[in-house]
């Protein structure tokens, strides 16, 4: 299966559970840095006005951005529990689509896709979309994970990671394809698992329960590593 199955995602993000369950179990570099922290960072240098989130979950970055850039944030999502999450925190969010996405040309000054495009079938037209309603000078921040992402989590169990078309390795190129400029940064993450049950939980929010059978018990925390990058790719 792949990342951008229709129905998988739906599943996926029917409630904010799952999610929330995945992120539990990360923890940042050794110098405490978060990809997000990356991220915001390069949002910053723009001091953006106007600024949108796609595929915003619980709405826990778009509400820092607000904070942080002192920006006006939107917040959309195609799942309605996440749009109702979000805008509990104060954020203004939108269900909605990002390959048709209900703004204006150069509505935004900067677009956020943070760990989402490898959930779209029509990715080249999603990457059309947020270049669009970005003006000229304007910058996308999109986060994703590598190849070697959770490898020894995989490794443990003797299977593969769902299939991802938007990652580390190829993100460049397709963003590319729409932005004037792509400058990549990688960024070491870690997931720690406290024992075979926390694994077993985390592979079944991935509906990959045929892995989580296989694994065995451990005595110490199993850790994995993480391997997110985030892509600033500019307007000319």
């Known amino acids: 299966m792949k990342l951008d199955d229709e129905r998988f995602v739906r599943g996926q993000y029917r409630s904010t559970a799952r999610l929330e369950a995945r992120i ?3 923890h940042p570099d050794p110098d405490g840095v978060w990809p997000q922290d990356v991220a915001l960072r390069a949002l910053a240098e723009l001091t953006p006005a106007r600024l949108l989130e796609v595929g915003c979950g619980t709405g826990a970055f778009a509400e820092r951005c607000a904070a942080q850039l002192g920006c006006e944030v939107t917040a959309l999502d195609s799942s309605p529990e996440m749009v109702r999450a979000a805008a509990a925190r104060g ?7 990002v390959t048709r996405l209900p703004f204006a040309d150069g509505e935004f000054d900067c677009a956020v896709a943070a760990w989402m495009l490898y959930h779209v079938p029509d990715l080249d037209t999603a990457i059309a979309e947020l270049a669009r309603v970005l003006p000229s000078g304007g910058r996308l921040v999109a986060i994703t994970n590598g190849d070697e992402h959770l490898r020894e989590l995989y490794a443990v169990v003797g299977g593969a990671k769902l299939e991802s078309t938007f990652s580390r390795e190829n993100g460049a190129e397709l963003l590319s394809r729409h932005f004037a400029s792509v400058r990549r940064t990688d960024v070491r993450s870690r997931a720690v698992f406290a024992d075979r049950a926390a694994a077993a939980a985390y592979l079944g929010t991935l509906d990959r329960g ?4 296989r694994l065995p018990e451990f005595t110490e925390p199993l850790v994995a590593s993480g391997a997110p990058t985030v892509f600033v790719a500019d307007q000319a």
């Open 91 to 97: 954020v203004r969010a939108v269900l909605g689509d």
């Open 24 to 26: 539990s179990v990360w």
């Open 210 to 213: 045929d892995l989580a059978e």
